[in-house]
Every structure is written in structure tokens, then in C-alpha cells.
């Protein structure tokens, strides 16, 4: 069956400090993947995905993932966080024949 | 700018009520979802639809029901609310479906039930 795990319940990080959240897969095949975010009071927002291709892929707000076939990972990363950036994180693999399976989140809290 | 709405930021009902959660897109999507978020569980989804009439049981159905009489319309009935049914429901619509393409959410309804 498939599933994701996202290992880090909750992170601190300090403003200006880099950023890596964690993701990891279980699936039949390689699965499309999507990293999105959840400010507070709000629904979620597609922060990047991956479908094929090049395996480092960029998008909204100065984040990028790397896709790492042999590892099943999907990490999502950011140089320099920003205190806008607190949030919750999820990873999401995905695939034609599944709908998409949600981890459990990583909540971000940024140190000012 | 796309736009999925729901229609109660925030609900209180009571044991036993039938409770009504209306979600609209406007981007003519084929699919749509429904979801409920608890702390520490992430998003799990209860029921979707890719066509109008057309709907499949997600990961967890059990006391709930949807009704998808028009395209941009997705609704998610709970025919006898429950405490255990205090949740934060999120609805979602997306052009592809299974999980290729990207959801577009709305902002969700707290529902409590008491």
C-alpha cells in the first residue's frame, strides 16, 4: 500500500537560517510528488511538484525539493527562512491509479 | 485568480443534526474532494468525484455522504453529526484526476459538534 512519512513533527529554526524538511515514500512506482503549505487559518498551497525530469525542482517562495529515486525521499529545502515561512508542511506522492496521500505535516516555527 | 469556497468558515451543531458543507469552484475542474485535517493525523480523504453524479468512498466515508449535482458544486452531508466528527474539513478541486495534478483548496470549515 502506498504511504509517506514525514519524520519531523515540529521545527525551530532561526530567521536567516537554512531549512530541510523531510520526506519519505512507500509506493508501487515512482509516484508523482507535491510538496504544499498550510499558513495558519487557511487551506493548502501547491508549493512545488515533481513529475519527471530534472530531479531538483524549484518553486514558490524561495523553496526547492530533490528527488531521490534511491532513497524514496522527496526533501523539501531553503537557504535563508524567512519569518513568513512558519507554516505546516506537507509532502503528498501521488499517481494515476491513487489519489493523493497526505503526510502527517511538519509544523515550522521561526525563531525572529 | 482560481477560487474554491466553502460555505461556513466556522460551524457549531448539535449531536444527531444533519449537517450540510457546501464547496464551489470556479475553474471548471472534472474532480473534486473532500478531506478532514485533525492534529497529528494530516489530511485524510472522506470521499471525491470526477464528474457530476459521479462519487468514490476516499479512506474514511463512514458517517458521512456527498452530493455532486453540478460541476462546480461538491457537497459533504453528514447525516447525524457526532462528537467524533469535530474536525476541520477541507474541500479541494483539481483538473486531473487519481493524483497527477495539483489540488486547489479552499479555505476550510471548523466544525464542531457539541
Known amino acids: 500500500a502506498q504511504s509517506v512519512t514525514q519524520p519531523d513533527i515540529h521545527i525551530t529554526v532561526s530567521e536567516g537560517a537554512s531549512l530541510e524538511l523531510r520526506c519519505n515514500y512507500s509506493?508501487?512506482?515512482?509516484?508523482?510528488l507535491f510538496w504544499y503549505v498550510q499558513s495558519p487559518g487557511q487551506g493548502l498551497q501547491l508549493l512545488l511538484k515533481y513529475f519527471s525530469g530534472d530531479t531538483l525542482v524549484q518553486g514558490i517562495k524561495g523553496f526547492e525539493a530533490e528527488f531521490k529515486r534511491s532513497q524514496s525521499s522527496f526533501n523539501l529545502r531553503k537557504p535563508s527562512v524567512h519569518w513568513s515561512d512558519a507554516a505546516e508542511y506537507f509532502c503528498a506522492p501521488g499517481a494515476g491509479s491513487y489519489q493523493l496521500t497526505f503526510g502527517k505535516g511538519t509544523k515550522l516555527s521561526v525563531i525572529p | 485568480d482560481v477560487k474554491v469556497t466553502q460555505s461556513s468558515r466556522y460551524l457549531v451543531k448539535r449531536t444527531g443534526e444533519k449537517v450540510f458543507l457546501e464547496c464551489v469552484q470556479d475553474m471548471d475542474h472534472e474532480n473534486m474532494f473532500w478531506y478532514r485535517q485533525d492534529p497529528g493525523l494530516g489530511l485524510r480523504l472522506i470521499y471525491f468525484s470526477y464528474d457530476v453524479k459521479m462519487k468514490e468512498k476516499g479512506d474514511i466515508p463512514e458517517g458521512y455522504s456527498v452530493s455532486r449535482e453540478k460541476k462546480e458544486r461538491f457537497s459533504l452531508i453528514l447525516e447525524s453529526a457526532s462528537t467524533n466528527q469535530t474536525s476541520m474539513y477541507l474541500c479541494?478541486?483539481?483538473?486531473?484526476?487519481?493524483?497527477?495534478?495539483?489540488?486547489?483548496f479552499g479555505p476550510g470549515t471548523r466544525l464542531t459538534v457539541t
Open positions: 509506493y508501487g512506482a515512482t509516484p508523482y
Open positions: 479541494a478541486s483539481s483538473a486531473l484526476g487519481g493524483g497527477l495534478g495539483e489540488q486547489y
